[in-house]
């Protein structure tokens, strides 16, 4: 193994959480939150115009497509996506697709808390790889993560999908949209969180509705109760006030205000594009310093599905491969621990019910030469805790 010292430069912003994500370049709160609607009611005409504006700079920057609505919802994208599952599923048969964490959970509500009958799930053998994609049947409802991110495997493309579907598309989005290439108009339910491509604030989520969702909504009524946090209907028609900004329960403004100074730095760096951009060249960074290294690899193997925001990464050191079970975590944990304590670094351990690793965010919000000053200290930090572990050992 090659012998690193310890490095001299630190990352400028060391934030690599997968989320809450790093803040914008260049954040601060006396900028970001300098017109923040504090002791204002969020019914104020003038907080829902702030609301609202979330609502329509979402839709520029991504240009949501034509006669799709977009709300701001409680919960964060887990509220979102309960909002998809207990208004919309029910009366068609269903595809729901677990690779990873957050999308296994998906198919533990819709079976176990929803208890529906017509289910087909569809997980890969392994974790870090994709299920076969063309055994989905869009003529269903199929129910997905864009991005596992907990397993970084992002969708390649939406071709699977077809134009004169029968069903309905709900994808949790969270971890790749306003960061990945995303056929919008092949998805009928989109979901996501400010927390993480934007980095702004925790707590709340945007779900997109497709005419072909809004038609489901005012033409099915699903046979359990929804609880009034979750309902997207009123009257049996859409319920239009969260999406021009009258919110189901009460917003943070301040979260807004962030929301809103995100939105404006994305449309200052190039829009969507420029947000793909910065997150490609994030992954590409970490490409290049995997390629040359004698320890470490992607978890995700195939180029073509490797995601550019939660960047995965599995230790291939067969000392570190040779240890036990019980060993594993704590190796990981110990050297987050000395890269964080030498403030070069922050969470950016896998996530506990993934496989131990490491786990990169690469997002838009993140600057390229922050990672490459990080990936020394992890070159430096694994060579010295296996150092440690050995002399345990000897």
């Known amino acids: 193994m090659t012998l690193h010292s310890k490095p001299e430069t630190k990352p400028a912003n060391p934030c690599f959480s997968s989320g809450p994500c790093a803040k914008r370049p260049g954040w601060s709160a006396e900028t970001a939150l300098a017109g923040v609607l504090s002791g204002r009611s969020h019914r104020a005409k003038i907080a829902v115009a702030r ?3 979330v609502i329509e700079r979402s839709k520029k920057l991504l240009d949501l497509p034509e006669g799709y609505e977009l709300a701001i919802v409680p919960a964060s994208d887990t509220g979102a996506m309960e909002m998809a599952l207990w208004n919309l599923l029910g009366p068609r048969g269903i595809d729901v697709v677990g690779w990873e964490v957050f999308g296994k959970i998906w198919v533990s509500d819709i079976l176990q808390q929803l208890k529906l009958e017509d289910v087909r799930k569809f997980e890969p053998a392994v974790f ?14 199929v129910v997905f993560t864009w991005n596992g991110t907990t397993a970084g495997a992002a969708i390649p493309n939406g071709d699977w999908i077809k134009e004169d579907r029968k069903g309905l598309t709900i994808c949790d989005a969270t971890s790749a949209i306003f960061a990945m290439d995303i056929p919008l108009d092949k998805l009928d339910v989109i979901t996501w969180s400010w927390q993480k491509v934007l980095g702004s604030e925790a707590a709340h989520g945007m779900i997109a509705l497709s005419p072909r969702a809004i038609e489901r909504l005012e033409s099915y009524t699903p046979a359990w109760p929804i609880p009034k946090i979750l309902r997207l209907t009123k009257g049996g028609k859409l319920n239009m006030d969260p999406f021009i ?10 979260a807004v205000e962030d929301c809103i100074d995100a939105l404006k730095w994305a449309e200052n760096v190039g829009g969507l594009q420029g947000m793909i951009e910065r997150s490609r060249n994030n992954l590409q960074v970490i490409e290049d ?3 040359k290294s004698d320890w470490i690899d ?3 193997k195939d180029p073509a599905m490797r995601a550019s925001t939660s960047i995965t990464l599995e230790i291939n050191d067969p000392w570190f491969l040779d240890q036990s079970e019980d060993k594993l975590w704590p190796f990981i944990k110990d050297v987050v621990a000395m ?5 070069a670094g922050y969470d950016f351990a896998n996530h506990r019910d993934a496989v131990p690793g490491f786990r990169i965010w690469g997002g838009s919000t993140v600057e390229a030469a922050d990672i490459q000053a990080l990936l020394p200290w992890l070159d430096w930090a694994y060579q010295q805790v296996k150092q ?3 002399a345990k050992a000897a």
């Open 388 to 390: 440690e572990y050995q």
């Open 339 to 343: 890269i964080e304590n030498e403030d």
């Open 298 to 300: 992607f978890l995700v």
């Open 128 to 141: 870090g790889e994709l299920p076969d994609l063309s055994k989905l049947d869009t003529d269903r409802d």
């Open 289 to 291: 310093w995997v390629e």
């Open 245 to 254: 900004g009258k919110t189901i329960n009460t917003p943070s403004m301040l």
């Open 51 to 53: 609301l609202n504006e």
